[in-house]
């Protein structure tokens, strides 16, 4: 991020960052899934770091994904395709919005269905 010979003290740049206005913090990921049009990277046991720079939030990933055919990475539960009832909604998807929510599984369904799978809008409309 900042070159130089020797780097920086890491507890140097956590006070240069907080100064700069930019929070970081660590996610014990247990799993991190990209889905491309063409395939799934799948990461295990991923070091996770989320920096807040004034509301701008952005994710660094770091681990040795493995590829995977698209659609095929599910999480814990099975595959991340249609569901039992024939919903192309994954379950994964139901479970995080009826959390963030605080509805249930059913409600959260139907916000994710009308809002065709929009994660952020369904949570938007529920709360």
């Not at 920096?51 to 590829?67: H, K, L």
């Not at 024939?86 to 605080?102: N, Q």
Request: glycine fraction near 14%.
């Amino acid at each position: 991020m900042f070159g130089g010979g020797g780097g920086l003290n890491p507890r140097k740049m956590e006070q240069m960052m907080e100064q700069m206005g930019i929070d970081v913090e660590d996610i014990e990921a247990e799993e991190v899934i990209i889905r491309t049009d063409e395939y799934d990277l799948v990461f295990d046991n991923a070091e996770v770091t989320k920096m807040d720079a004034r509301g701008q939030e952005t994710y660094q990933v770091i681990g040795s994904p493995e590829q995977v055919e698209s659609g095929a990475a599910g999480g814990a539960g099975g595959g991340a395709g249609a569901d039992d009832d024939g919903s192309a909604i994954p379950d994964d998807d139901v479970e995080l919005v009826a959390t963030r929510a605080g509805v249930s599984e059913d409600e959260a369904r139907e916000a994710l269905e009308d809002n065709d799978g929009d994660l952020a809008a369904a949570v938007g409309d529920l709360e």
